[in-house]
């Protein structure tokens, strides 16, 4: 019975540790505390060096739960991750995740080995393992503080924090296995680089694609769906690790892949791996938190910072700046990004590999991780917003999006139900502008069910449901966020080539001579650009209109501002691929042909 009764006792102290950080979050995101921090505080607090006493040195069971935690959070990034829009930056984001991890712990490596009194391939190990910037704790901390940042800058992080940690691990795992036998060779080690990329591309892309077959073709019980995809990411990285490839590109590649496909239940499933991820990041940090002792702690806390600030301050720099000089990034861009190289529970997990295959100074390399990590969650979490202000890469906050309900609908995966609350200052009440690809379909006023018909006109507080495809139920929300004031129109701009976006058609057509529908006559140009648009519109979005071409020159509370004209005889001929941008659109096809994106 007393062993049941401790298996009772540790059940409980385990989920009250785990509500404890839950709670906690509340006072952390009030006051602006990293998150992340609070959970491994509570973790300290608990063991048995704090108040709880709780005596926990099971590196075991923290490497299995940090294992399944990491490949949960990978697969909801890669879930999450638009391939459209990390298209573009997939080779300066590749480039970091691999150069620069690899120029990361190059650049720690000689610090820690001074400071730290180690050889040089202990040295390497440390490196590694606070090389790599952590995906939750990165998007966490910019979506906990409001930023929203250039989207070049914002899809770069996402797509170098979601793919370095593969790399990193393999890395981490070479320089254990080397000090573990002693021997090993540059051949060696570019072969098990490439069989584990190779095998894990291969793992994830053909995993997602069959977890994507399933969810369509199988008809499982209402409310599975979410667990099915859950539990297939976890065999896809099972069955990588077991074949000695990178299970965690594998899952991260198979989430990219569901993510970008119809699928049934959709939002179910990122509901809910919305939770399963928060809560394995929760375990994960408490009982990363539980294997801290503040007293070993005291021994190598100065050079841990020193590393720490080296890291921060000298190699991560150093390693962005020369893995994006042969790409468009001006020198504020760069400095950002070197500055969000936030480290958080991958740094730490990589740091019990060495604890759980018994190498000499195991301590030594989890401690260094742990100051690492708080360091930079006090230092870049709480510096995050202002910095990205200061270097003018954070774009002006936008009203905050609309609360949006997404239904899917049995038995057809190309429309689902979307709703809206109707506000009074919205695009949609005050210009009644809806997309041509979504339609309306009932709305809810005072408890009642109304058709269109019967709602219109449509009233604020109104609850309105619409048909649009899932790929675009996001673009919906533009229609129903509050408009920003609009400029008056300069009455310059309507000249040859370049107009107002608050002109209408009717004048456009006025004066160019372009044919159009009397519907339409008395749209504005803006209007006509959220109509015909799958998204928000951005500078350089074109659309034709009879024989011209309108191209989106200034945008201007999320709306275009000033359009310019492309008339027939005006149009260049389209200038001869380089080499370089062939090859790019090659790859680009190659990948979505694989990948059935």
Not at 214 to 236: E, K, M
Not at 332 to 341: P, V
Not at 396 to 421: I, K, M, N, T, W
Request: one cysteine or more; proline letters at 5%; a neutral charge.
């Amino acid at each position: 019975m007393a062993s049941l009764d401790q298996v009772s006792i540790a059940i409980l102290l385990g989920a009250v540790l785990v509500m404890a950080g839950i709670l906690s979050s509340l006072l952390a995101l009030r006051f602006g505390a990293p998150l992340l921090l609070v959970f491994l505080f509570i973790g300290m607090l608990a063991g048995d060096s704090g108040p709880g006493q709780v005596r926990f040195d099971d590196v075991r069971s923290t490497y299995l739960v940090g294992s399944v935690a990491l490949a949960l959070i990978l697969f909801d990034g890669g879930l999450r991750t638009r391939f459209q829009s990390i298209r573009a930056v997939l080779a300066p984001s590749m480039v970091l995740a691999t150069i620069g991890v690899l120029l990361t712990a190059l650049i720690t490596a000689p610090i820690a080995k001074y400071v730290l009194d180690l050889n040089w391939t202990e040295a390497l190990l440390v490196g590694a393992v606070v090389a790599s910037t952590d995906a939750a704790a990165v998007f966490l901390l910019v979506h906990a503080q409001g930023l929203r940042l250039r989207p070049r800058v914002g899809a770069t992080l996402e797509a170098e924090s979601g793919t370095n940690d593969p790399f990193a691990v393999f890395l981490t795992l070479m320089l254990v296995e080397l000090i573990s036998i002693g021997e090993s060779s540059a051949l060696h080690v570019a072969l098990e680089f490439t069989r584990e990329l190779v095998l894990g591309t291969i793992v994830g892309v053909v995993g997602g694609r069959l977890v994507v077959l399933a969810l369509n073709r199988v008809a499982l019980p209402q409310g599975l769906h979410a667990p099915f995809v859950a539990t297939a990411a976890l065999v896809v990285f099972g069955a990588a690790q077991i074949a000695h490839a990178s299970g965690f590109l594998a899952v991260y590649l198979a989430g990219i892949i569901i993510g970008n496909r119809p699928t049934r239940a959709h939002n179910s499933v990122v509901t809910f791996l919305d939770a399963a991820t928060w809560l394995a990041q929760i375990v994960m940090f408490v009982l990363l938190g539980l294997l801290v002792s503040p007293q070993r702690l005291v021994s190598s806390i100065v050079p841990a910072v020193i590393v720490a600030f080296a890291l921060m301050l000298l190699a991560r720099p150093i390693a962005v700046f020369l893995c994006l000089a042969p790409f468009r990034f001006n020198w504020r861009e760069k400095l950002f990004i070197a500055w969000t190289g936030l480290r958080g529970a991958v740094a730490i997990f990589l740091a019990s590999i060495p604890m759980l295959v018994g190498l000499s100074k195991a301590y030594l390399y989890f401690d260094v991780a742990f100051v690492v990590v708080i360091i930079s969650l006090l230092l870049q979490g709480w510096t995050l917003a202002p910095a990205a202000r200061r270097l003018h890469v954070a774009l002006p906050r936008a009203d905050r999006g609309p609360r949006r309900v997404e239904l899917d609908l049995p038995g057809q995966l190309e429309q689902q139900l979307v709703g809206y609350s109707v506000r009074s200052k919205s695009l949609y009440f005050r210009r009644g502008l809806i997309p041509s690809w979504s339609k309306p379909t009932l709305v809810i006023r005072d408890q009642r069910i109304l058709s269109p018909a019967e709602a219109d006109p449509v009233a604020p507080g109104d609850y309105i449901y619409l048909l649009a495809p899932p790929e675009k139920a996001e673009a919906l929300d533009r229609f129903f966020v509050d408009m920003a004031p609009s400029p008056a129109p300069d009455p310059h701009l309507l000249g040859d080539f370049m107009v107002s976006g608050e002109h209408t058609l009717g004048e456009l057509a006025g004066i160019y001579g372009v044919a159009i529908d009397e519907e339409q006559a008395k749209l504005t140009l803006a209007d006509y650009f959220d109509v015909h648009l799958d998204r928000a519109p951005k500078e350089g979005a074109t659309l034709e209109l009879d024989s011209i071409v309108l191209v989106a020159r200034s945008i201007s509370g999320g709306r275009v501002s000033v359009v310019g004209l492309r008339l027939p005889e005006d149009e260049e001929e389209t200038a001869p691929l380089t080499r370089m941008a062939s090859l790019k659109r090659r790859l680009s096809e190659m990948w979505s042909s694989v990948a059935g994106i």
